[in-house]
């Protein structure tokens, strides 16, 4: 992937980690601000942010749980609730794939699985999370196209709430 930007996450709970960039910045954090029902609040930092002009859209997002970790809703910034069912959008039921859609209206595909995961847009790879090896001292890498500074916040959100679905067993 050219012009690309890698974050290493730290932290393995879905509901509480960070990344940072190579050079150490905070880029976003992921932090439960409110338990029963959770209330998880995802951070872009402005020290990262400030490094890339580019960098359209939220700088937070608020993902309300249900009654026991069920499905809520989720709020970018100040803006209007959305399902969090609309941001796991499968096209086929034994597809492992979720669809969202940008709030400029760009419908993007996670490819998802425990390991790794992919973030499409039309045929080209715009983020890829992965598990680290057990020799790193951080937890996954996300490696970010340029492309995707555009809706980084609603990409990483999604990423969140893919990870969250599959340690909640959503699908289950």
């Not at 990344?19 to 976003?28: I, K, M, N, W």
Request: glycine share 6%.
């Amino acid at each position: 992937m050219s012009n690309t930007y890698v974050l290493l996450q730290f932290g393995s709970d879905p509901f509480a980690f960070r990344f940072e960039d190579l050079e150490g910045r905070p880029a976003f954090t992921v932090e439960q601000v409110y338990q029963n029902p959770s209330v998880v609040k995802v951070t872009r930092e402005a020290e990262w942010s400030q490094q890339h002009p580019d960098i359209m859209g939220p700088a937070s997002a608020f993902l309300y749980f249900g009654p026991a970790n069920a499905r809520g809703y989720m709020v970018y910034g100040n803006g209007e609730q959305i399902s969090m069912s609309n941001h796991l959008r499968q096209k086929r039921e034994s597809s492992s794939s979720r669809y969202f859609t940008t709030r400029t209206g760009k419908e993007l595909k996670w490819k998802v699985s425990p390991q790794r995961m992919e973030c499409v847009d039309g045929r080209s790879i715009v983020a890829a999370w992965e598990l680290s090896q057990p020799e790193d001292v951080f937890s996954a890498r996300l490696v970010l196209k340029h492309s995707a500074l555009t809706y980084v916040t609603e990409l990483l959100t999604t990423l969140i709430l893919n990870r969250m679905a599959l340690a909640l067993n959503w699908d289950a």
